[in-house]
């Protein structure tokens, strides 16, 4: 055992990386739950957003363009769920799925050209003095962009759910759809909104994957966080910074168990790497003991004339 | 992969197969761990299956379900295909091991071929590569080329076939360098290619400049790309869009010849359960070029390797050689026997930390 080959600094700059995709997905998914919409295409979107934004990066040689294709792609593929769920008024965990299997499907297609292929490299940002400070300098400060943009986006989720009438809104459908409606708010169109979003950063995050994370294109790359990023909404209680919580307790655990590995630490592998899952649904369990409840409209579909 | 095998495979694995199959033509089917893109493992599998389409054209007609995780949803796949009329049924992962041997029990008219396991029926053949023989190849110029003699291995299960190449590939390594240092990390998957890239980075981070990597995806190799100063050997496939650095050299495994071979015995009846284990010398295995970023003396030497192990003048395993414990295994100039080696659960001597039973 050799404790000392492990660099923390590398260690935690290194968890806030492999966290990052996780946060993208989780809190889209937390703002279309919040609104009522149970979207289990979160694999499927985070897929097609990870192949649009490879191949957008590789042909325009720009990352961030990449990133912006990856929403796009996402939001495009989620427009497709907003379709069937509420303009058809399909069961949605059907329909979810079925927008897993198709978006597995579209992105090894979509996908063909690009195997082996490298991707342009996203710069980290420059932020001068502050990258020389010891410790906090190499952990918090040598980063690409889009990392930031996760930590931004749970923060603008939080401001816009509690302080914000548009989250307000937002929560009332999600909680009573028809109550919403009876106070004249379009629920379907909210719901389309939030299923949206949820699509972009799902997007976003699976291009964090292929184009930062990994970086290349393989098909099926991104092996079941999507998954991950659903429970982790539902143990976070809906709650943005609890999942914020989630996903670094998650990314450094799943970390830490690989340094310690290394490292040659005389635990069990087995029950190194399967503490990630066990130590994260502890924690926010232990943290859920508020009775935080689900949205209540959560997963059913809304008609006027209900 | 073309739109229609996607569709295929999609309806197959929704089991809506139309199952409208003629009479006269074999049916061959392929279960894979990974998808069919993954660049590895599954992709030469595929390869040897597409090799079968062209062999035989209209007289075999091949299915495969992709992503098949290993367990109760592979014995789900595979009774699906036998019902769906398929003749030969090859399962191309460890893991679908007691799956296939619970599948063949109630198809006993078709036949089973499980690669990499150790169980067999009388409708199940088994079948696998000496991998290990090309991991002696990488250990040697692993040894060779590395400067912090910190070697990085990534393991997916900890399985026979798995801790024989990392025995294989240490033995070699010392051999050439002795100060060297194997850091192991098992991932506990075939296939994820985020996963496989952070165990990547870490044992970079914890000072390897050679990573080895028995996981089915590229991602390794972009982890140690994107790293600089690291090298790496392709896994299953030839990886060659990663050379000439990291990717090095390849492990490469070629099965098209043993799926023809299968595939014409089912059609002329004379199949039989059999054992194959095939290596360098029978063309199972292939060792992917050795790129130029790997001194010339040095390659001279691995080549050379490669020719003794071809012609069956060296064995990889061949003593003195003790076990971890410092137990004796193989007294000087023995070779390791089969059945050992099947069943390798123990480490060699100088390998640090223990293997997860």
């Known amino acids: ?306 | 992969m073309k739109l229609s095998t996607i569709l295929t495979s999609a309806t197959l694995a929704l089991g809506l197969a139309t199952g409208a199959v003629a009479q006269d033509k074999t049916k061959v089917g392929f279960v894979y761990v990974g998808p069919v893109g993954d660049g590895g493992w599954t992709y030469e599998h595929d390869q040897g299956r597409l090799a079968v389409e062209e062999e035989f054209g209209d007289k075999v007609e091949t299915v495969y379900v992709e992503n098949v995780a290993e367990g109760p949803d592979s014995e789900r796949v595979m009774t699906q295909m036998a019902l769906d009329g398929a003749d030969l049924i090859f399962t191309t992962s460890f893991g679908y091991m007691d799956p296939t041997i619970n599948v063949a029990k109630k198809f006993p008219d078709v036949k089973f071929e499980h690669a990499t396991g150790y169980k067999r029926a009388d409708n199940v053949s088994t079948y696998s590569a000496r991998f290990y023989e090309g991991r002696a190849i990488q250990g040697l110029i692993a040894g060779h080329m590395t400067e912090s003699n910190i070697i990085g291995y990534i393991g997916s299960f900890p399985i026979p076939e798995v801790i024989r190449g990392i025995n294989s590939a240490f033995i070699h390594a010392r051999k050439v360098n002795p100060d060297v240092q194997f850091k192991i990390v098992w991932a506990y998957t075939w296939f994820d290619p985020a996963k496989e890239a952070d165990a990547a980075k870490v044992l970079i981070e914890q000072g390897a400049d050679v990573v080895l990597q028995h996981t089915d995806s590229t991602a390794p190799q972009a982890a140690a790309q994107e790293a600089g100063n690291v090298i790496t050997f392709g896994q299953a496939s030839d990886m060659a869009q990663y050379g000439p650095k990291p990717r090095v050299s390849s492990i490469i495994d070629d099965w098209a010849p043993y799926y023809i071979e299968r595939t014409r015995a089912v059609m002329d009846g004379t199949w039989e359960s059999t054992d194959t284990w095939d290596g360098i010398g029978a063309g199972m295995v292939g060792i992917g070029e050795i790129s130029d970023a790997v001194p010339a003396d040095v390659k001279a030497e691995a080549l050379e390797l490669k020719e003794k192990i071809a012609s069956g003048e060296y064995h990889p395993f061949t003593g003195p050689l003790n076990k971890q414990d410092g137990s004796e295994w193989l007294a000087d100039g023995e070779v390791a026997d089969d059945g050992t080696l099947a069943g390798m659960n123990f480490y060699v001597e100088g390998l640090e930390g223990t293997i997860p039973q």
């Open chain 1, 1 to 306: 055992m050799d404790l000392s080959a492990i660099n923390p600094l590398l260690f935690v700059a290194g968890f806030l990386v492999a966290a990052t995709p996780l946060i993208f997905a989780a809190i889209g998914e937390l703002v279309a739950e919040k609104s009522g919409v149970l979207n289990l295409g979160v694999e499927g979107m985070m897929i097609t957003g990870a192949i649009c934004g490879f191949a957008t990066a590789v042909e325009t040689g720009s990352p961030l363009l990449g990133f912006a294709a990856a929403a796009a792609g996402g939001a495009a593929l989620s427009l497709l769920f907003a379709f069937l769920t509420q303009v058809t008024l399909a069961n949605q965990v059907a329909s979810g799925l079925a927008l897993t299997l198709f978006g597995l499907g579209l992105s090894a297609l979509l996908g063909q050209g690009y195997v082996g292929v490298k991707p342009p490299r996203l710069g980290d940002i420059d932020f001068g003095p502050l990258a020389d400070i010891p410790v906090i300098g190499p952990i918090l400060f040598t980063h690409d962009i889009i990392l930031y943009l996760g930590i931004a986006l749970v923060a603008g989720v939080w401001v816009l759910l509690r302080f914000t009438r548009a989250g307000l809104i937002l929560r009332a459908v999600g909680e009573s759809h028809n109550a919403a409606h009876a106070l004249g708010y379009k629920v379907r169109r909210i719901r389309t909104l939030a299923i949206v979003f949820g699509g972009a950063c799902a997007g976003l995050g699976g291009a964090y994957i292929s184009l930062i994370r990994v970086p290349q294109w393989t098909e099926g790359m991104t092996a079941g966080v999507g998954w991950i990023a659903l429970a982790l909404v539902v143990f976070a209680s809906w709650k943005p910074w609890r999942l914020l919580l989630g996903a670094y307790l998650f990314g450094g655990i799943t970390q830490l168990q690989l340094n310690l590995q290394g490292a040659g630490v005389a635990i069990p592998v087995e029950y190194l790497a399967m503490s990630p899952y066990l130590i994260t649904i502890l924690v926010l369990v232990i943290l859920s003991a508020d009775k935080s409840a689900a949205p209540a409209s959560l997963g059913r579909n809304f008609h006027a004339s209900g």
